[in-house]
């Protein structure tokens, strides 16, 4: 399985932006999907997940803020983020929650500026 996360970039505060991630493989309907984010120097945290069904849970600190969804489809999820703070600045990576993560991609950088 092939994670590739894409849709980063350069972004003012209050900005928005839609990262997308496309996965190889033919389970994709039965994963619960995620995306994550890590800072240089911190641990990787996951700020959004979506399960079989499409419901959504989100950590505190984007709530109200980004939305994820799904493409069965499409395998693919993505990551609207919009009101973008510069606390949002990191490399964000889309991974299964169930199973337990599967090797990382490359993410995509994430840069809010003040």
């Known amino acids: 399985v092939q994670l590739q996360a894409s849709g980063g970039g350069l972004v003012q505060t209050g900005g928005s932006l839609r990262l997308s991630c496309f996965v190889s493989?033919?389970?994709?309907?039965?994963?619960?999907m995620g995306w994550y984010r890590q800072v240089p120097g911190k641990q990787r945290e996951l700020v959004a997940q979506v399960m079989i069904n499409g419901a959504a849970n989100y950590a505190d600190s984007v709530k109200g803020r980004f939305t994820i969804s799904r493409d069965n489809g499409q395998t693919a999820v993505y990551l609207q983020m919009n009101i973008l703070k510069p606390e949002d600045t990191a490399v964000y990576y889309c991974n299964t929650i169930v199973p337990p993560p599967l090797t990382w991609g490359r993410g995509t950088q994430v840069t809010v500026s003040s």
């Open positions: 493989g033919t389970n994709f309907h039965n994963y619960v």
